[in-house]
């Protein structure tokens, strides 16, 4: 794990792994069938002629609100973490693309572990796409959701508070501000594919704030 980041950081990138500090939740990443600027949570699709359906899901973060602390104004994102969870049917394959300038460690095609340029990617200026993955299916299966498993966020396994606080996506500030160091939580709002019924699409949020960390505080 160092030599990665490490390696990283030589690279001028930085990776949530190499965070000191959690600083409370702030923001969601949401699933969507659609890429932004809209944002489909369900889709209806049936199996075509070989009988297989293959779904884009798109992954974006949003509501992170101004929050000043060490370096200021936390305006950029300089890295994140989170792994794709399909339930409900299981995927034939997965492949992921990061969609922002990024270099990836994640070792699995659902898992994220990105670091981005110093300067960050905006998060100030309304939702940030992040990943697109396209998952595979024999057949056509029902009530498939796509959520984020917080089992992998590796730099959670470093702050017991994280885990507590049902955090299922962690990214950290941009290194020109100085903001590397500290790693930020997410709620997340699933997904669903042919779901049967109304599916569950309330927000799984991160239940422990930035004003209760403390390190950060929401500006008014």
């Known amino acids: 794990m160092r030599s990665l980041i490490v390696t990283l950081m030589l690279a001028s990138l930085v990776l949530p792994a190499g965070a000191s500090e ?64 399909v339930t409900g049917a299981e995927p034939l394959s997965v492949q992921k693309k990061i969609l922002v300038p990024h270099r990836d460690f994640g070792q699995r095609p659902t898992q994220v572990w990105v670091g981005v340029s110093t300067a960050g990617e905006r998060v100030d200026k309304g939702p940030l796409a992040l990943v697109k993955w396209t998952v595979m299916f024999q057949g056509r299966p029902e009530n498939v959701r796509f959520d984020l498993d917080p089992a992998g966020l590796l730099s959670c396994s470093n702050y017991p508070c994280c885990g507590d606080a049902g955090t299922t996506g962690i990214y950290v500030g941009a290194i020109d501000v100085a903001q590397e160091g500290f790693l930020f939580g997410t709620g997340c709002a699933p997904a669903y594919l042919n779901p049967v019924g109304e599916p569950d699409l309330a927000v799984v949020p991160c239940t422990l704030g930035v004003d209760e960390a403390g390190v950060f505080k929401l500006r008014k």
Do not use: Q, W
């Open 22 to 85: 959690f600083c409370g939740g702030n923001g969601v990443m949401t699933l969507s069938f659609t890429p932004l600027p809209d944002v489909t949570p369900t889709t209806s699709m049936k199996a075509d002629d070989n009988g297989l359906v293959m779904v884009d899901v798109y992954l974006s973060l949003g509501d992170v609100h101004p929050a000043e602390g060490p370096g200021g104004v936390m305006l950029a994102l300089g890295g994140f973490e989170c792994e794709l969870r």
